[in-house]
Antibody
Framework: QVQLVQSGAEVKKPGASVKVSCKAS????????MHWVRQAPGQGLEWMGI????????SYAQKFQGRVTMTRDTSTSTVYMELSSLRSEDTAVYYC??????????????WGQGTLVTVSS | DIQLTQSPSFLSASVGDRVTITCRAS??????LAWYQQKPGKAPKLLIY???TLQSGVPSRFSGSGSGTEFTLTISSLQPEDFATYYC?????????FGGGTKVEIK
């Protein structure tokens, strides 16, 4: 079955970087875009950006431009999201989520289980 | 950027009630809207896409309607497992924003 499995929880100090992975299985990796969404404690969902696993092209939300980098490894069907210059406000659960490439109407399905990133001195 | 405003942000209801949640877009997005359900400690789950198309496996008590700037999610008869937070998301243009969420709690 289609599955997105993310890496485990991380604790980082302010100013550090974190790299979260999302391993896909059960479908053709290069046929679906991968999105990253985060959720701060008790807050709503915030879209961070998208990567096309086929060619590696990316698009990021303005808020994260210059601090986020999304990459992929087609040999392992894994996408990565690296966030740098971490601050306490980046404490959140980070999710990857799949969306078909050739559809404007399709939603995000499925989602990874989430990775908690805690930024604390 | 397109903003989505959900109302209400909190809703208290009983099992068997009919529940309606509204999502308003700051500009027209045709039918490019999805709805998600999220339970505590879990990832969101896709319920509806294209404003009114039920995702496979989602119970038929869930329905969506609307186009342009006004959308609704309706639960025809609330079940115990439906107590959760619901989010709308616009899929018309980047950034793909979410609404602020509606928490449905047991009365």
């Amino acid at each position: 079955q289609v599955q997105l499995v993310q890496s485990g929880a991380e604790v980082k100090k302010p100013g550090a970087s974190v790299k979260v992975s999302c391993k896909a299985s059960g479908y053709t990796f290069t046929s679906y875009y991968m999105h990253w969404v985060r959720q701060a404690p008790g807050q709503g969902l915030e879209w961070m950006g998208i990567i096309n696993p086929s060619g590696g092209s990316t698009s990021y939300a303005q808020k994260f431009q210059g601090r986020v980098t999304m990459t992929r490894d087609t040999s392992t069907s894994t996408v990565y999201m690296e966030l740098s210059s971490l601050r306490s406000e980046d404490t959140a659960v980070y999710y990857c989520a799949r969306r078909p490439q050739l559809s404007m109407v399709a939603g995000f399905d499925p989602w990874g289980q989430g990775t908690l990133v805690t930024v604390s001195s | 950027d397109i903003q989505l405003t959900q109302s209400p942000s909190f809703l208290s209801a009983s099992v068997g009630d009919r529940v309606t949640i509204t999502c308003r877009a700051s500009q027209g997005i045709s039918s490019y809207l999805a709805w998600y359900q999220q339970k505590p400690g879990k990832a969101p789950k896709l319920l509806i896409y294209a404003a009114s198309t039920l995702q496979s496996g989602v119970p038929s008590r869930f329905s969506g309607s609307g186009s342009g700037t006004e959308f609704t999610l309706t639960i025809s008869s609330l079940q115990p497992e439906d107590f959760a937070t619901y989010y709308c998301q616009q899929l018309n243009s980047y950034p793909l924003a979410f609404g602020g969420g509606t928490k449905v709690e047991i009365k």
